[in-house]
């Protein structure tokens, strides 16, 4: 019961469950196939829960509208995997996880204390998100000899275009 209440299901009356926007879902019947429904739709409600958690967290705007596409990171994993290149799959888990710490969110420690963040690659002044995977002037430069770099050149105007609504993606 407690699960429902965390994501916005409130008991309207012994055998009915209202979702937080006030509509009746969830009529509990004795048949045992009437009743099928409501697991899928729980399901469904705790994970636009998480997402929507997941989207207050740092470049997490966009995921609270859902679950994001994830293929094309599943299968570059799956190749850097298929390659042995473990460090490179374990370093793609923490960049679609946002755990870099890029210099914008890493200029002040939790002490207080104000650090450089500017970009180790470039100099410039500030080292944010889009410039670390986008825009750095630097990143032409970086070995690329399997083409990885170059063959998402294409994704910068609309990283671009987008980077306010959905830095997550």
């Known amino acids: 019961m407690n699960v429902l209440r965390d994501v916005g299901w409130v008991p309207s009356l012994p055998d009915q469950w209202m979702r937080a926007d006030g509509q009746v879902f969830a009529v509990i019947e004795e048949h045992e196939h009437a ?9 469904e409600q705790i994970i636009r829960a998480a997402w929507c958690g997941a989207s207050a967290h740092y470049l997490g705007a966009g995921l609270e509208q ?26 793609l888990d923490v960049i679609v996880c946002g755990g870099v710490w890029i210099g ?43 083409g990885d770099i170059a063959g998402t050149a294409w994704l910068v105007q609309r990283a671009r275009d987008s980077w306010d609504r959905w830095p997550c993606l």
């Not at 009743?35 to 399901?43: K, L, T, V, W």
Request: hydrophobic share 30%; glycine share 8%; with cysteine.
């Open 35 to 43: 009743n099928a429904e409501i697991p899928a739709a729980i399901q």
């Open 104 to 146: 914008d969110r890493a200029a002040v420690t939790p002490e207080g204390r104000q650090m450089s963040n500017a970009c180790a690659r470039c100099g410039a002044a500030t080292e944010s998100a889009f410039h670390r995977y986008y825009g750095c002037p630097s990143l032409r430069d970086l070995q690329d000899e399997y």
């Open 66 to 91: 859902g679950v994001p596409g994830l293929e094309p990171y599943r299968r570059c994993r799956a190749r850097f995997k298929r390659q042995g290149w473990h460090g490179r799959a374990a370093a």
